[in-house]
């Protein structure tokens, strides 16, 4: 568990909007259609990525 400081969450705050910008620019060329499908793959390799993990 880990608990932000309140420097920390103030740094959070300072650097969302930039972090969410540049996200929203990285898909900004999606459809919304395209979007979701991307996202419903991005949360399957998220799942997978545990078979990382496996000895």
């Known amino acids: 568990m880990a608990i932000l400081t309140a420097r920390g969450a103030q740094r959070l705050r300072d650097l969302a909007p ?3 910008g540049r996200l929203e620019a990285m898909v900004g060329g999606l459809s ?8 419903d ?6 799942r997978g990525s545990a078979a ?3 000895d």
Request: proline content about 0%; overall charge negative.
């Open 32 to 39: 919304v259609e395209e979007r979701t499908v991307f996202l």
């Open 18 to 20: 930039e972090h969410f």
């Open 52 to 54: 990382l993990a496996d």
């Open 41 to 46: 793959l991005l949360a399957r390799v998220v």
